[in-house]
């Protein structure tokens, strides 16, 4: 690497921002430039639905690091820039504009879009997604008191959303078309504890309910139609059904994709000199053996450390447990692992006090993943436990008596 080797970011996002910081940390001596096509520099997504959304957090805290970090770092950044096309032969990126930027390494840190639905009133006025910053704000002024907000999606997000909602005083409908709230994501323990728990807030949910289209007035939203012909009167629908991998650039360029770009464990795509990272990939998961598109910040950030380490020739980092978290009411849920090949889970703690956690084990006692509701201690041992592969007593896992410490 010299001072004229050039990195080309696409993508100013989580991980895109946090690459740049990282290559600088490391000692990268090269042009960096960071092309995104938000206006606004690299800021954090999960405020969104959570503090900034209720007015407890301030724009400016939402930036991932102050603006004049680039400057400062000496890295060139396009905003309101989309990428168009990569030429892998000739190592060029084209613009949207048809300007063309030559790169001896490409980290592409593209993220993930909004799924959208394909249904009638799809395009009506007050029906709203939530991914970006500009999302957050349309959804932030349509959230008064009074407000009566159709969430179409159980998922993470629409469930914050919805508490989010309550906290401002909107009247919140959540529509799931599965037989449970989080079906892809998260136990039918910690399903059904969120289930109650909302509708505890007074959040009506409608489970097993297919949308079948949006009805408007004037053209503006005024319900959504069910499939069994049900109407649920609303001001503003917010569609929350899932994010898809915004792979099309890679897989034009005839880089390896499978519902996300495929990298290896240095964040390394099928072309030696195009990287990715976050939300966008289909990546390799050390503790699992398998590959998997995962969309949190914690992997964004250990994909960024994979990408700076192989760029400036670094050891690459250690093999992190994934996990995430989420925060509904006064409840910090924390998910260390993921439930794959689990043959029983073991409950610790009672959800009545909303505090408990769920471990899922292997059919050889390993843990797998842990689900932890307000249960710090038992999210960051259920961290270890699952990097150390330790096989482990049911009795001991569920006993209060025995600590995590004493597990571990
Ligand atoms: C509302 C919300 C709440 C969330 N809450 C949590 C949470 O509690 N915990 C957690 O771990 N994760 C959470 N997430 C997920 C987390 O924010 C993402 O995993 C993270 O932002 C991924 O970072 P990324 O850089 O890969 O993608 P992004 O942050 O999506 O950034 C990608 C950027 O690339 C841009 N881009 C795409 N294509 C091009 C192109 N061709 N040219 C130029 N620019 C392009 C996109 O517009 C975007 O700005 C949440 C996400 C949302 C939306």
């Known amino acids: 690497?010299?001072?004229?080797?050039?990195?080309?970011?696409?993508?100013?996002?989580?991980?895109?921002?946090?690459?740049?910081?990282?290559?600088?940390?490391?000692?990268?001596?090269?042009?960096?430039?960071?092309?995104?096509?938000?206006?606004?520099?690299?800021?954090?997504?999960?405020?969104?639905?959570?503090?900034?959304?209720?007015?407890?957090?301030?724009?400016?805290?939402?930036?991932?690091?102050?603006?004049?970090?680039?400057?400062?770092?000496?890295?060139?950044?396009?905003?309101?820039?989309?990428?168009?096309?990569?030429?892998?032969?000739?190592?060029?990126?084209?613009?949207?504009?048809?300007?063309?930027?030559?790169?001896?390494?490409?980290?592409?840190?593209?993220?993930?879009?909004?799924?959208?639905?394909?249904?009638?009133?799809?395009?009506?006025?007050?029906?709203?997604?939530?991914?970006?910053?500009?999302?957050?704000?349309?959804?932030?002024?349509?959230?008064?008191?009074?407000?009566?907000?159709?969430?179409?999606?159980?998922?993470?997000?629409?469930?914050?959303?919805?508490?989010?909602?309550?906290?401002?005083?909107?009247?919140?409908?959540?529509?799931?078309?599965?037989?449970?709230?989080?079906?892809?994501?998260?136990?039918?323990?910690?399903?059904?504890?969120?289930?109650?728990?909302?509708?505890?807030?007074?959040?009506?949910?409608?489970?097993?309910?297919?949308?079948?289209?949006?009805?408007?007035?004037?053209?503006?939203?005024?319900?959504?139609?069910?499939?069994?012909?049900?109407?649920?009167?609303?001001?503003?629908?917010?569609i929350g059904v899932g994010a898809i991998a915004n792979a099309e650039l890679a897989s034009a360029a005839g880089i390896d994709c499978a519902g996300g770009i495929r990298v290896d464990l240095s964040a390394r795509t099928s072309d030696a000199s195009i990287f990715a990272i976050g939300d966008c990939t289909h990546r390799p998961l050390h503790h699992y053996g398998r590959e998997h598109r995962l969309e949190s910040v914690p992997n964004a950030l250990e994909q960024a450390k994979q990408v700076a380490s192989a760029l400036t020739g670094r050891k690459l980092p250690a093999h992190e447990v994934p996990w995430f978290w989420s925060d509904q009411y006064n409840l910090k849920l924390q998910i260390a692992g993921l439930s794959f090949d689990t043959a029983e889970t073991v409950l610790r703690g009672d959800p009545s006090s909303n505090s408990f956690a769920v471990f899922h084990l292997a059919a050889d006692g390993c843990l797998r993943s842990v689900e932890a509701v307000n249960a710090a201690s038992e999210f960051m041992a259920g961290k270890m436990l699952i990097a150390s592969r330790k096989p482990l007593a049911r009795e001991r896992l569920a006993d209060m008596s025995v600590s995590m410490k004493d597990l571990l």
């Open 1 to 238: 690497m010299n001072e004229t080797t050039r990195i080309v970011i696409v993508g100013a996002g989580h991980a895109g921002g946090s690459a740049v910081a990282l290559l600088r940390q490391y000692g990268w001596k090269g042009t960096i430039t960071l092309i995104g096509d938000e206006p606004v520099p690299p800021y954090q997504r999960p405020p969104l639905s959570k503090a900034w959304l209720k007015g407890e957090a301030s724009a400016e805290s939402l930036a991932l690091r102050p603006a004049k970090f680039y400057a400062d770092n000496d890295v060139e950044m396009r905003l309101a820039t989309t990428v168009a096309a990569i030429d892998r032969a000739g190592r060029t990126v084209t613009l949207a504009d048809g300007e063309v930027l030559a790169y001896d390494h490409l980290i592409l840190a593209t993220g993930a879009r909004a799924r959208k639905l394909s249904i009638p009133g799809i395009d009506l006025a007050g029906v709203l997604e939530l991914r970006s910053a500009a999302d957050a704000d349309k959804l932030k002024a349509a959230l008064l008191p009074g407000t009566r907000v159709a969430i179409v999606g159980g998922g993470y997000i629409g469930l914050e959303a919805a508490a989010s909602a309550r906290a401002l005083g909107a009247e919140v409908t959540i529509i799931e078309r599965e037989a449970r709230l989080l079906a892809r994501v998260a136990s039918t323990s910690l399903s059904a504890f969120f289930d109650a728990f909302h509708q505890e807030q007074g959040v009506a949910i409608e489970l097993n309910a297919d949308v079948a289209a949006l009805e408007g007035e004037g053209g503006h939203v005024s319900a959504v139609r069910l499939a069994d012909g049900r109407a649920i009167p609303c001001d503003v629908a917010l």
